[in-house]
């Protein structure tokens, strides 16, 4: 089985600009998890989804985030407009129920 | 409310040394705990798991886990420790439905040639 899959792996751009992170989950994992990853705050859950449904987005810093999964294989976090604060590492992660999380390698991102 | 607590934030043993990484959890009913690592660059990857049954897990790369009831704990072992461990260590507990992990803040692991 392929692994969980990021898009971009790295991104780099100016405050203000929109920026869209992709992920596709393992295939038959019904759950996907969206997380950020800082020096200051550890690994943070943002939000998660269960059947492409978000179940708890209490996670999500401020109303500039948002996430979606319009379907079992894809599922984007989007942040707009991005600040400088917002650089970090995001990570994706999917399960099945009762089964260990299977972590993306991260979209690091640099907002200037 | 649950939580995972990992006590030592950077450890260093030379290479060849065992090792042992603290972890201890508050939860309620029988947890299931993970342990995962994550090399600098890369997503975390699942050591090793406990669900039920025996307290002594094994898992990848030589690492083995014992979790202890009455401790509150599941502390990572390595008999000997190779320079390719270094890397970053997590302990987690699921925490109440739908799979959501709670992650310990992570140890860091250097070795010493």
């Known amino acids: 089985d392929a692994g969980v899959i990021q898009s971009p792996r790295h991104e780099v751009t100016e405050m203000g600009q929109e920026v869209t992170l992709r992920c596709k989950p393992i295939s038959g994992h019904d759950y996907l998890f969206w997380y950020r990853q800082t020096m200051m705050r550890g690994l943070e859950l943002l939000i998660y989804?269960?059947?492409?449904?978000?179940?708890?987005d209490s996670g999500m810093p401020e109303d500039r985030f948002s996430a979606k999964m319009p379907n079992a294989s894809f599922s984007t976090l989007k942040i707009q407009p991005s600040e400088p604060r917002d650089s970090a590492v995001y990570f994706c992660?999917?399960?099945?129920?009762?089964?260990?999380?299977?972590f993306g390698d991260g979209t690091r991102l640099s907002i200037l | 409310a649950q939580s995972v607590t990992q006590p030592d934030i950077h450890i260093t043993v030379s290479e060849g040394a065992s090792l042992e990484l603290r972890c201890n959890y508050s939860?309620?009913?029988?947890?299931?705990l993970f342990w995962y690592v994550q090399s600098p660059g890369q997503g975390l990857q699942l050591l090793l798991k406990?669900?039920?049954?025996?307290?002594l897990v094994q898992g990848i790369k030589g690492f083995e886990a014992e979790f202890k009831r009455s401790q509150s704990s599941f502390n990572l072992r390595k008999p000997s420790v190779h320079w390719s461990d270094a890397a970053e260590y997590f302990c987690?507990?699921?925490?109440?439905?739908?799979?959501?992990?709670?992650f310990g803040a992570g140890t860091r692991l250097a070795v010493h040639p």
């Open positions: 987690a507990v699921v925490s109440g439905g739908y799979n959501k992990l709670i």
């Open positions: 992660a999917s399960s099945r129920i009762n089964q260990p999380q299977h």
């Open positions: 939860y309620g009913a029988t947890p299931y």
């Open positions: 406990y669900f039920s049954g025996d307290t």
């Open positions: 989804f269960n059947n492409n449904v978000p179940i708890d």
